[in-house]
C-alpha cells in the first residue's frame, strides 16, 4: 500500500468483503465483459483521507515557498559550517568563484579561442546594432565592453555571449525616436537612453530579487514567434535606407510607411551603394547557410560580417565616392562616465520608463530562453532569477558607462557555444578584444560603409523568422497560430509596440480563456479494466447506466465555477436525451472525477454545494470521486465538506460507481 499526502493507496482484493458492492456493467456490454462482471474483482472501499494539519502560518509559509522559491536555493547551506556557507554564499551570488575555483590551462585555451572568435562578430554587430537603435555606433562598441565583464562575474550560464540585441535595439529607438528626434536632439536622445536602460536594469533586477521571474512567462512562444519574425522583417525594411543609399527615410516604422517611402525616393537610389550592398549581403547569406549545414564551420559564419566590414572599408578607401555613406570618425578611448546624463525628471520620465520595461522585458526573454537552450544541450542548470539579477545589474552599471540595453544573444551565443567555450571567462576576453579596438583600431572604422552595417542587421534578424515554427503551430495548435498570426500582423502593419502589447494581451487572454473555460470531459468504463477514461480518447470506453461520470481538468476558481455548474447541467441534459432515445435508465448520479482539481476555492465550493441542491430537486445524487488533499481538507474545513458527508466522498471513479448512494433502476 502507498500512501501520499493526498488519499490513501486503493487495494484490490479477490475475496469480497461482506460491505463491498459489485462495479455495474456498462451498458451494451459485449458478453465477455458480462461473464467478468459476474466474476468480478471486487473492490475494497477506502476513506478518502485528510493531510496532515498545519497552522495558518505554516501552510502560508509552506505556500510562499513554492510561489517564490520552488528551487529552495537555501538547501545547499543546510549543515554546513559558517565557513563553508560564507563559501557557498559568494559561490551563489557570484558564479565565478564556483567555476574559477576548478580552471586550469585547458579550459582557458578553449575560452580565449570562444572570446576571440564571438569579439569578430560581436564588433560589427554592435556598431550596427547602435545605429539600429538610432544612436553613435560607438556606444555599441561601448555596450560590447562593459556589460560583458559584469556578467561574467554574476551570470550562472556559461555560454551565453552578452552584448546588444536586434529586437530591444528596434523597440527602444522606436519608442524613443517618437518623442524625441535623434538628428536634432541628439543628446536629449542619449540621454533617455541612457535613462531607459538603467529603468530596464532595475526592473529586470527587480523581477529577480523578488523572485517574479514567472511574470515573463506570460509571453508565450507562439507570441513570441510572431512578433520576432513581424520586427525581423521591419528591421529588414527599415534596412533599405542604407542598401539603396536613401537619404530622406521615414522615421516610421509600419510596413506600409517603409514602403511608401521606398518608392517615393527611388531618385534618391545610389547604383553603387546597391551594388556593394547586395553583393556582401549574399555574402553574409552564403556563409550563413554554410554554417547552417555544416556545424563544424561556424566560423565562416562568424567571421564573415568582420570580414565584410574590412573588405568594404577598403574599398571605400579606395574609391572615395561621395555616394557611398560611411561612418565617419569614431572617438578613440574606453567608455566615458554617463551617470551624469541619467534623468528622472521632466516630461519624458514616464517614456523613459515604459521603454526600459519594453526592452527589459524582451531583453529578459531572449536572454534567459538562450540561457537555458544552451543549459540543456550541456546538461547544467541556469538559475533564472539569478540570470535576472545579473542581467538587471549589468544594465544599470552600463547606463552609467554609456552603454543602453543589453543581454544574451542567440548568434553571438550559437557562435560562442560552437567555437567549444567552457565557461563565462569568453564573455572576458571578447570584452578584451573590444577594448583594444576602442583604445587602438577605432580610426580605421573611419571609411566603412554604412551599407555594410545594412546587410549584416539583415543577415543577423533573418534568423528571427521562423517560418517552420509557425507551420508547426498550424498543425499542433490553431489558437496558437492565430496569437502568432496577431503578434506578426500588429509589429509588420501597425507597430513594434503595437505588436508587442498585441503579444502580451493574447498570452494573457489565453490564460483567461483557459482559467475560465477549463476542460472537462465525460468518461466511461474501459473494458476489462477498472479505469475510467473520456469516451471521446477512448473510443472503447462505456457508460455505465443511470451514471454521469464527469472530469473537471482545472482548478476549479471564481472564474471558472459558474461554468462547471453549467457545463455539468448541459452533460446531464445531453445524457438524459441519449437515455431517452434509446430507452435506457434515466441518470441517478453524477459523479465528478477531482483527480485533476489542483486547488478549489470559496466560490468553488459554493458552485458545487450549488450543483448539489439543483441535482437534489431532481432527484438525482451527486457524489465527488478522488479529491487530492488541499481539495480534500478546503471541503472537510467547509459546510460543504458536511453536506456531503463521507458517504459522498470517495477514493476512485471506481468505488463511487459501485458504492455510491443511488441505484441504477431496472
Known amino acids: ?208 530579487f523578488l523572485r517574479l521571474g514567472f511574470i515573463v512567462d506570460f509571453l508565450s512562444k507562439a507570441t513570441l514567434t510572431g512578433f520576432m519574425g513581424g520586427a525581423a522583417i521591419i528591421v529588414s525594411l527599415q534596412q533599405l535606407k542604407g542598401l539603396l543609399g536613401i537619404v530622406h527615410f521615414t522615421s516610421h516604422m509600419g510596413f506600409v510607411d517603409v514602403m511608401r517611402s521606398v518608392v517615393r525616393r527611388h531618385d534618391e537610389w545610389e547604383w553603387q551603394t546597391i551594388t556593394m550592398g547586395v553583393a556582401f549581403l549574399a555574402i553574409l547569406l552564403l556563409t550563413r547557410q554554410i554554417s547552417m549545414r555544416n556545424p563544424k564551420l561556424f566560423w565562416v559564419s562568424a567571421g564573415a560580417p568582420l570580414a565584410s566590414v574590412i573588405i568594404s572599408t577598403i574599398l571605400s578607401f579606395i574609391w572615395k565616392s561621395h555616394s557611398i555613406s560611411i561612418i565617419g570618425m569614431l572617438p578613440r578611448g574606453v567608455n566615458p562616465p554617463s551617470a551624469n546624463m541619467l534623468t528622472f525628471s521632466g516630461s519624458y520620465v514616464a517614456l523613459t520608463v515604459k521603454t526600459g520595461i519594453m526592452t527589459g522585458i524582451l531583453s529578459l526573454t531572449e536572454g534567459i530562453a538562450v540561457g537555458r537552450t544552451f543549459a540543456s544541450i550541456n546538461n547544467y542548470q541556469v538559475d533564472g532569477n539569478k540570470e535576472m539579477m545579473a542581467i538587471g545589474i549589468m544594465n544599470m552599471a552600463g547606463s552609467c558607462a554609456s552603454c543602453y540595453v543589453t543581454t544574451g ?67 499542433v495548435d490553431k489558437l496558437d497560430f492565430l496569437a502568432c498570426m496577431a503578434a506578426f500582423l500588429g509589429v509588420l502593419l501597425v507597430s513594434v509596440q503595437m505588436g508587442l502589447a498585441v503579444a502580451v494581451g493574447i498570452s494573457l487572454f489565453k490564460i483567461l480563456l483557459q482559467v475560465t473555460r477549463p476542460n472537462m470531459v465525460v468518461k466511461g468504463l474501459i473494458p476489462g479494466t477498472q479505469s475510467y477514461r473520456s469516451v471521446v480518447q477512448y473510443m472503447e470506453a462505456v457508460r455505465v447506466p443511470s451514471f454521469l461520470i464527469v472530469g473537471v481538468e482545472s482548478a476549479i476558481y471564481f472564474a471558472n465555477s459558474m461554468y462547471l455548474v453549467e457545463r455539468i447541467m448541459r452533460y446531464l441534459r445531453d445524457e438524459e436525451e441519449k437515455a431517452l432515445k434509446s430507452n435506457q435508465n434515466s441518470i441517478r448520479c453524477v459523479v465528478l472525477d477531482m483527480g485533476a482539481v489542483a486547488a478549489i476555492d470559496t466560490s468553488g465550493l459554493d458552485a458545487l454545494a450549488e450543483l448539489k441542491k439543483i441535482l437534489d430537486k431532481r432527484n438525482i445524487e451527486l457524489v465527488l470521486a478522488n479529491p487530492v488533499g488541499s481539495v480534500a481538507e478546503r471541503m472537510f474545513n467547509s459546510a460543504v465538506g458536511e453536506a456531503f458527508g463521507s458517504d459522498r466522498l470517495f477514493f476512485s471513479v471506481a468505488e463511487a460507481v459501485a458504492a455510491a448512494p443511488c441505484k441504477a433502476q431496472p
Open 1 to 208: 500500500m502507498v500512501v501520499n499526502n493526498k488519499v490513501e493507496s486503493l487495494s484490490y482484493d479477490v475475496e469480497a468483503p461482506p460491505a463491498s458492492a459489485p462495479l455495474p456493467a456498462p451498458a451494451h456490454a459485449p458478453a465477455p465483459v458480462m461473464q467478468r462482471r459476474e466474476e468480478a474483482v471486487v473492490l475494497e472501499l477506502r476513506k478518502v483521507s485528510l493531510p496532515e494539519r498545519r497552522t495558518t502560518v505554516m501552510a502560508l509559509r509552506q505556500r510562499l515557498a513554492e510561489v517564490f522559491f520552488p528551487d529552495d536555493p537555501l538547501h545547499q547551506f543546510k549543515n554546513q559550517s559558517s565557513a563553508r556557507r560564507l563559501v557557498l554564499a559568494l559561490q551563489y551570488f557570484f558564479p565565478i568563484f564556483q567555476w574559477g575555483s576548478e580552471y586550469n590551462a585547458r579550459l582557458l585555451r578553449s575560452d580565449v579561442v570562444a572570446g576571440l572568435t564571438i569579439a569578430s562578430l560581436a564588433i560589427p554587430q554592435g556598431i550596427s546594432y547602435a545605429k539600429l537603435a538610432n544612436l553613435p555606433p560607438i556606444i555599441g562598441l561601448y555596450s560590447s565592453f562593459v556589460p560583458p565583464l559584469i556578467y561574467s562575474l554574476l551570470g550562472s550560464s556559461r555560454d551565453l555571449a552578452v552584448g546588444p540585441v536586434s529586437i530591444a535595439s528596434l523597440v527602444m529607438g522606436s519608442m524613443l525616436r517618437e518623442a524625441v528626434s535623434p538628428d536634432d536632439q541628439p543628446i536629449l536622445y542619449l540621454q533617455l537612453a541612457f535613462t531607459a536602460t538603467f529603468f530596464a536594469g532595475v526592473f529586470q533586477a527587480s523581477l529577480g
Open 409 to 475: 544573444s542567440f548568434s553571438r551565443s550559437a557562435v560562442n557555444y560552437s567555437a567549444g567555450c567552457k565557461t563565462a571567462l569568453s564573455n572576458i576576453v571578447m570584452a578584451a578584444a573590444v577594448l583594444v579596438t576602442l583604445l587602438f583600431l577605432m580610426p580605421l572604422f573611419h571609411y566603412t560603409p554604412n551599407v555594410i552595417l545594412s546587410a549584416i542587421i539583415i543577415t543577423a534578424v533573418i534568423g528571427l523568422i521562423d517560418v517552420r515554427g509557425a507551420a508547426k503551430l498550424w498543425k
